[in-house]
């Protein structure tokens, strides 16, 4: 009888109870644009509505950083206006190749924020194209599968140039380097530092310039560590949307009363300064 007169005061049955498919999907989207996009993607599972709320473009568009379009369009070479918000999201999260694949550009997924990787094949280096000097190997640790080991040189100096677009905020430049020849022995990650000399002689030199006038320098010993150590340059900061910054950055040992060697060198990353070292 209850359920025969629920809708004069009597109580609900249970298939006129409210669900969460009842909730309109405008405001299940005006919900979700407030959460991280790990956590979008969780309610998204949870049915149809939550779902189709997921894919709303004003959603995701509070994900991208302002440079997007820059991005779609340099990196992904496609147009903006052809892609959804969402789908932008995504495969700007992956790594993507740029200049000939010797640079990579990628959206952390939690936070949005764009980072930066340099292969040592977009860099001048000098001797690089000398096997008296250096050595290009493959390797699995890298994200471009190679990198540049140098057995001895006098004059150590390695140079880049970077021009792209910024979101604002503060980013740190690093170089990627290990002492040492790493290689798998029996499966297992070993590293030859027979050749390693010269670095504790003098210093090396980081520089940093970009073309809003921000400097920055460090120098620091290079030491012997059982795996890739990230040796920081510098930060800098964009205040601006929508800024092409041109950016040049250098490490150099150049001091020619003693020779050095046995470095590997991977790459350049760049990321938000506020990121720990996960890369």
Same mark, same amino acid.
């Given at each position: 009888?209850?359920?025969? %007169?629920?809708?004069?005061?009597?109580? @609900?049955?249970?298939?006129?109870?409210?669900? @969460?498919?009842? +909730?309109?999907?405008?405001?299940?989207?005006? !919900?979700?644009?407030?959460?991280?996009?790990?956590?979008?993607? *969780?309610?998204?599972? @949870?049915?149809?509505?939550?779902?189709?709320?997921? /894919?709303?473009? %004003? +959603?995701?568009?509070?994900?991208?950083?302002?440079?997007? *379009? %820059?991005?779609?369009?340099?990196? @992904?070479?496609?147009?903006?206006?052809?892609?959804?918000? *969402?789908?932008?999201?995504?495969? $700007?999260?992956?790594?993507?190749?740029? =200049?000939?694949?010797?640079?990579?550009?990628?959206?952390?997924?939690?936070?949005?924020?764009?980072?930066?990787?340099?292969?040592?094949?977009? $860099?001048?280096?000098?001797? !690089?194209? #000398?096997?008296?000097?250096?050595?290009? $190997?493959?390797?699995?640790?890298?994200?471009?599968?190679?990198?540049?080991?140098?057995?001895?040189?006098?004059?150590?100096?390695?140079?880049?140039? /970077?021009? %792209?677009?910024?979101?604002?905020?503060?980013?740190?430049?690093?170089?990627?380097?290990? /002492?040492?020849?790493?290689?798998?022995?029996?499966?297992?990650?070993?590293?030859?530092?027979?050749?390693?000399?010269?670095?504790?002689?003098?210093?090396?030199?980081?520089?940093?310039?970009?073309?809003?006038?921000?400097?920055?320098?460090?120098?620091?010993?290079?030491?012997?560590?059982? #795996?890739?150590?990230?040796?920081?340059?510098? =930060?800098?900061?964009?205040?601006?949307?929508?800024?092409?910054?041109?950016?040049?950055?250098?490490?150099?040992?150049?001091?020619?009363?003693?020779? *050095?060697?046995?470095?590997? $060198? #991977?790459?350049?990353?760049?990321?938000?300064?506020?990121?720990?070292?996960?890369?």
């Amino acid at each position: 009888m209850g359920a025969a %007169f629920s809708g004069f005061g009597g109580e @609900l049955s249970s298939s006129d109870q409210p669900s @969460l498919g009842d +909730v309109p999907e405008s405001c299940i989207s005006s !919900i979700l644009m407030y959460l991280d996009p790990p956590e979008i993607c *969780k309610l998204a599972s @949870l049915n149809r509505t939550f779902h189709a709320a997921s /894919l709303a473009d %004003f +959603v995701w568009e509070t994900k991208l950083p302002c440079n997007y *379009k %820059f991005l779609v369009q340099k990196v @992904l070479q496609q147009s903006p206006q052809l892609l959804s918000k *969402k789908l932008i999201y995504s495969k $700007l999260c992956r790594p993507n190749c740029f =200049d000939g694949g010797t640079k990579q550009v990628w959206l952390d997924k939690s936070s949005g924020k764009m980072c930066i990787c340099i292969s040592y094949k977009a $860099l001048r280096i000098t001797g !690089i194209d #000398d096997r008296r000097y250096w050595n290009h $190997l493959s390797s699995e640790e890298s994200r471009f599968q190679t990198i540049a080991y140098l057995q001895q040189i006098w004059w150590f100096e390695v140079v880049g140039e /970077l021009e %792209f677009e910024f979101s604002p905020g503060t980013y740190s430049f690093f170089f990627r380097i290990q /002492l040492g020849k790493p290689s798998k022995r029996f499966g297992r990650r070993v590293c030859n530092n027979e050749q390693v000399h010269g670095w504790n002689i003098k210093p090396v030199r980081f520089q940093l310039s970009a073309s809003n006038g921000q400097r920055a320098s460090s120098e620091c010993y290079l030491h012997e560590q059982p #795996d890739w150590v990230y040796y920081k340059v510098g =930060d800098f900061t964009v205040d601006n949307k929508k800024t092409h910054i041109k950016m040049k950055f250098s490490m150099t040992q150049i001091d020619c009363t003693h020779t *050095k060697g046995g470095v590997c $060198l #991977d790459s350049v990353f760049i990321w938000p300064t506020q990121f720990k070292l996960q890369f």
